[in-house]
């Protein structure tokens, strides 16, 4: 059985529909990624499986159907989520911004906070360092700790290298695949560049105007002549 199980997902914005019949699965243990260009859908299908929207369609957590249920119920349930724009608090310190995150383990806060500096050392060094000031690559840290101290079993991270400069980008797949391999965590990413999923994922979703196109590992994506064209560049 499927960690995460999407079927027929449609989600509207007023009128506009912005995802129609999603469906896709994300085992236990798995990195998957769903790739696309700007505007495909990616941030509404994390935003609608947290539960952030109007949707229709089913939505499964361990065989448990969170379609109808409030995001503080599913957080619970072990789903944490780094949205694109880390939507932290920006006149708090990192510190107080993770903690915001903690409220559903608060018996685990040591313990989680202690992961999530020992991962990011330099949030560590300036957890007092309101995050207004702080880098870009430094933000999406914060965002990924504040998700992390929920002890999720899942983690969906949104568009991770947004506007980050390479060097930041590698040291986000760093933790990203330790989180993975060592911890045994399920994450799901939504990415624009398809180089930086393709070199994390087991399975790829290819997603564009709202539909899933495609579903591959990363190897038959390579062999994919339209694909990689499409996708990666010539």
Do not use: W
Not at 42 to 55: A, Q, V
Not at 122 to 150: C, H, I, K, P
């Amino acid at each position: 059985m499927a960690l995460l199980s999407i079927g027929d997902l449609d989600v509207f914005y007023g009128r506009a529909q912005a995802l129609h019949g999603v469906s896709l699965d994300v085992e236990a243990g798995r990195i998957v990624a769903v790739v696309g260009p700007n505007g495909a859908g990616k941030s509404t299908l994390l935003d609608s499986i947290i539960g952030l929207t109007r949707r229709r369609g089913r939505i499964e957590f361990e065989g448990r159907d969170i379609s109808r249920m409030s995001p503080a119920r599913i957080v619970r349930l072990g789903i944490g989520y780094a949205p694109e724009r880390g939507n932290l608090f920006p006149f708090m310190g990192v510190k107080e911004n993770l903690m915001v995150g903690a409220y559903r383990k608060r018996d685990q806060i040591d313990a989680n906070l202690r992961t999530v500096f020992d991962l990011f050392p330099r949030l560590e060094e300036r957890q007092n360092q309101e995050t207004v000031t702080q880098s870009g690559g430094e933000r999406q840290m914060a965002s990924l700790g504040r998700a992390l101290m929920s002890s999720p079993k899942l983690l969906m991270v949104d568009e991770p290298t947004l506007g980050l400069a390479p060097r930041v980008c590698l040291e986000i797949a760093a933790v990203l695949r330790d989180l993975n391999e060592r911890l045994g965590l399920t994450i799901m990413i939504t990415e624009q560049n398809a180089n930086f999923a393709m070199s994390l994922a087991q399975e790829v979703y290819l997603l564009e105007t709202g539909r899933i196109g495609d579903r591959r590992t990363p190897d038959e994506l390579r062999e994919s002549a339209d694909i990689a064209a499409a996708y990666f560049g010539d």
